[in-house]
């Protein structure tokens, strides 16, 4: 899973391709959680949570993903590992996901992103696959 980082005043973003439009959805929360937390060697134990989300188009559906992601990081202190969309439309998004419940005393917390925003985002078909771009609020 390929990204790149981009500068962003006071705030950064991530932009990324994927093959697929649901690998373009698995691969954001990876990047996401990648970004949010190194848990080193550490192997921790999985849980599994059922998310669905309704949004108005693709655009809008990544950033209530993802926003969806960084709350259960936040609030309830778990981070994604593996993600299996169930089905995507224009307006759902439904998914199993692995996840863990993060160590706060022993992971390292990498960036303090506090929202994934609608400023210049997208979700675009590009040749050869799908490309999402996403600012986020530091």
Request: proline content about 2%.
């Amino acid at each position: 899973m390929k990204y790149e980082l981009i500068d962003h005043t006071a705030d950064f973003g991530f932009r990324f391709n994927s093959p697929t439009l649901p690998d373009l959805f698995i691969d954001g929360a990876l990047i996401l959680s990648e970004l949010l937390i190194d848990v080193g060697s550490r192997k921790p134990k999985t849980l599994s949570i059922f998310i669905s989300i309704d949004g108005d188009d693709y655009v809008d559906l990544m950033v209530k993903w993802l926003g969806e992601m960084l709350h259960l990081f936040d609030c309830e202190h778990i981070a994604m590992k593996k993600v299996e969309i169930k089905s995507l439309t224009t307006d759902n998004i439904s998914a199993q996901v692995l996840a863990f419940r993060i160590d706060l005393d022993n992971d390292k917390f990498v960036n303090d992103i506090e929202a994934v925003t609608y400023h210049q985002a997208m979700v675009k078909k590009i040749k050869g696959g799908w490309m999402s771009q996403l600012i986020c609020d530091m």
